[in-house]
């Protein structure tokens, strides 16, 4: 499976940015789709995940009610909604997929996008 990630950009701070990921070579519809991202000397964290069915999503705390993850099983590709954007959300937004059983481990990800760059000024 290859992923790939976009849709990044520079915002200004309350504002939003709509990340795609976009698989190819496999279908990722039975796989759980999450997204991480990696600020500057730091380490690379979880953001949301969604499970393949749709029917479960998973959000870091600091994201909660602000960005909302989808997926378009027949378009073979996931989402990313991101409202209400701060500048501590600036960072490299990767995707990644896998069958996973803690969605919000970055180990438990078999397959990695490239990452899109989000950066949020103040």
């Known amino acids: 499976v290859q992923l790939q990630a976009f849709g990044g950009g520079l915002v200004q701070a309350g504002g939003s940015l709509r990340l795609s990921c976009a698989a190819s070579?496999?279908?990722?519809?039975?796989?759980?789709v999450g997204w991480f991202r990696q600020a500057p000397g730091k380490e690379r964290e979880f953001v949301t995940a969604i499970r393949w069915s749709g029917d479960s999503t998973y959000y870091a705390d600091s994201v909660k009610g602000r960005f909302t993850i989808s997926r378009d099983s027949a378009k073979n590709t996931a989402h990313l909604e991101m409202n209400s954007l701060k500048p501590e959300d600036t960072a490299v937004y990767y995707c990644?997929?896998?069958?996973?059983?803690?969605?919000?481990?970055?180990?438990?990800?078999?397959?990695w996008g490239q990452g899109t760059k989000v950066t949020v000024s103040s």
């Open positions: 070579g496999r279908t990722i519809g039975r796989f759980t």
């Open positions: 990644a997929a896998g069958s996973v059983m803690f969605p919000t481990v970055l180990r438990q990800y078999d397959y």
